[in-house]
């Protein structure tokens, strides 16, 4: 596959030094392209340039290009993130059910689109280990299915924030045996395609998202909707062209095309050499006192702080001052998300700045125990607490209350109470000690009218 098709257009057309009679307004400007190099191919959708609404040029066969490599009917290249797919995914099928099952530890996107197209989402039981939420086990999917057989199916996610998965093979199998769709959100596992451990989801999902900006060699807010069920191949077409942009940056377009290709021809050499280095990581990490998260994709590394007994903030300031940035912090864990690229160097000087950490006195029995949450009670359906009446009221008085929206934590932007549930103490105290949340304003959440909950 060529990697460059797009790019090569787009550095044709900018090395012609043309007169940008067309949007983006900065014109390629030289005092605009010294801030931002890559003005000159930042175009729109020119004579030559194809289009994403309708491709039939080099748009059409990068896509083409990539839907041969990750074994899809049909690839359709986004520019607005995992979010546009799963929007496009859901208004997609919204014909075959009012309600879908979904993880307690979904993206709210998946929950917005619910809202918006009036499906009700049905919230999966999920326990939590070491901290972690675990993904739903066959038994739970299985009996999920049977208490709600007029559900579309399953939108899952698959891996999760913290590279977690679950059986594909038997989700797959349960959805034959009832004739129910399998949706997956993949925003996490676009570099599964070229490893051997886990899955890729691809082989078994209906629809599936790639977030291929999340783990692949691509710029932010390059994704890809993948169509696995022929069926479904012009209700998908149909979606992305409502919610896919109609001004898509080509830089991020390009970006994909290299993405894909540079995967197919590297990717499985590259991540087999990172899951050795991981898993090595891991037990030296381990032997010198830290914890490590057991059965997680190895692009992923979350470092257990209660083990070693350091707050993980106050070694996130340590590790800043080091110039190492890590994709989250919980409370716990300290995630650190690593590429086909991230090489020993890189690794190495992680673990020297981690063990340095160890030997810093004053860091010593700094771990405070974040508070343990309990997921609130369902009393009323997503949609009717949603959509009901409504009032505000501060945080710290909402224990007991139906909540009208949902509430989290980001990163990882999963809720940890969804509307229709009752808040509990627990889940006050976790939003309250968090950096950054979602659902909250003015330390304020919205819940469901007292007269309405009756």
Known sequence: MEKKAIKSMLASYAKARPLRFHMPGHKAHREFKKQFPCAAEDITELSFSDSLQHPQ????????QVKDILGAKKTFFLTDGSTCGI??????????????LVNRNAHQSVFNACRVFGIEPIVLHQNVKNGVMTPPTGDELEKALADHPNAIGFLLTYPDYYGMTFDLRRARALCDEKGKLLLIDGAHGAHLRFSSLPEYCGPYADLWVDGAHKTLPALTQGALLNVGNKSLLSKAANAVNIFRTSSPSYPVLASLEYAEAFMEEEGGELLSKLRVEVL???A???????????????????????????????????????????????????????????????????ERALLKLLGKAELKNTFEPRPDFKTGARVMPYLAAAEGRRETVDLK????????????????????????????????????????????SGGKVKVVKEQAEK
């Open 280 to 282: 090595a990581l891991k």
């Open 87 to 100: 929007f496009s995914m859901l208004f997609a099928v919204r014909e075959f059910g009012k309600e879908i």
């Open 397 to 440: 008085d909402s224990a007991g209350r139906v909540l009208a929206e949902n509430v989290g934590v980001f990163p990882p932007c999963f809720p940890l109470c969804v509307a229709g549930e009752r808040m509990t103490e627990e889940i006050i105290a976790v939003l309250s000690a968090a950096k950054n949340t979602f659902g909250i």
């Open 284 to 350: 030296r990490l381990e032997k010198r006192g830290y914890g490590c998260l057991k059965d997680a994709d190895t692009i992923k590394l979350a470092v257990d702080f209660k083990a070693a007994g350091i707050s993980p903030y106050l070694a996130e300031k340590f590790l800043n001052r080091k110039k190492i940035y890590a994709e989250m912090n919980d409370g716990r864990y300290l995630l650190f998300l690593f590429g086909p690229t991230t090489g020993k160097r890189e690794l190495a000087a992680l």
């Open 57 to 64: 040029g080099v748009l059409r066969r990068a896509e083409e």
